[in-house]
């Protein structure tokens, strides 16, 4: 058999034990991490990584060490992701490690280095739900301007995408600019009238601006809506 075909019959059959340890984890159980079954998992899965990295196959490492950082990422062991995450990245770009990784870093709250992460997929493989995602943190960080050109962004690609809509209008009313966010928020009241977000938000950018009357009238229509106090 020839390495190329070794090399696909792996892939596939990792494709598979992927799939099959999602599956197994999804109790979500911590103590996982320490069983016999994980480490002969791992131990199966570091010495493949050694055969590939002699065999100059450095995707199929970085696969390996993708799955071994899965375990850590959905046990929420989030330093340890990052430990396998970054050895994978040594080798190739696969976009799901990107993710995982700027997940990890968010929830360690590492939120530059999430937007980092980001930045990197971003460049070599963008997405609507990316964009949404970065801008998301970037508003964690304050950065304003940079989140209304992600939501933008969002909205160029796809105009329906109401929550990237919403988004938008807010971050133009922490901006500053009154006018252009309740003019976004009040277009998608008109799309969408029985939308209590749209509402809720208009809220918020009226607060910001010491507008209470409106504020008030605002929220009171959310909740007739359906949104929680």
């Known amino acids: 058999m020839s390495k190329t075909l070794i090399s696909k019959v792996w892939l596939l059959l990792l494709l598979i034990f992927l799939n099959l340890t999602c599956k197994k984890n999804s109790t979500n ?12 998992e791992k131990k199966v899965l570091m010495d493949s990584i050694v055969i590939f990295q002699e065999e ?3 995707y199929l490492a970085s696969f390996n060490y993708l799955i071994i950082a899965s375990y850590f990422y959905q046990n929420e062991e989030y330093d340890s992701t990052l430990y396998y995450n970054n050895l994978a990245r040594k080798y190739s770009f696969i976009k799901e490690n990107e993710i995982m990784r700027s997940d990890a870093l968010y929830q360690l709250k590492q939120y530059e280095a999430s937007v980092g992460a980001l930045d990197t997929i971003i460049f070599k493989a963008p997405s609507i739900d990316l964009y ?8 964690k960080l304050s950065n304003y301007k940079s989140a209304i050109e992600d939501f933008n962004s969002v909205i160029k690609y796809d105009s329906s995408r109401v929550e990237s809509m919403l988004q938008l209008g807010y971050s133009y009313g922490l901006d500053g600019n009154l006018d252009k966010a309740i003019g976004i928020l009040n277009y998608v009241k008109k799309k969408f009238p029985d939308n209590c977000h749209a509402y809720y938000y208009s809220a918020l950018v009226y607060e910001k601006f010491n507008m209470a009357a409106e504020k008030e009238g605002e929220i009171a229509k959310s909740i007739d809506l359906g949104c929680v106090d």
């Open 29 to 40: 159980d911590p103590a996982r991490n320490s069983s016999a079954s994980f480490l002969k």
């Open 56 to 58: 100059g196959n450095y």
């Open 132 to 139: 949404h995602s970065r801008g998301l943190i970037n508003m």
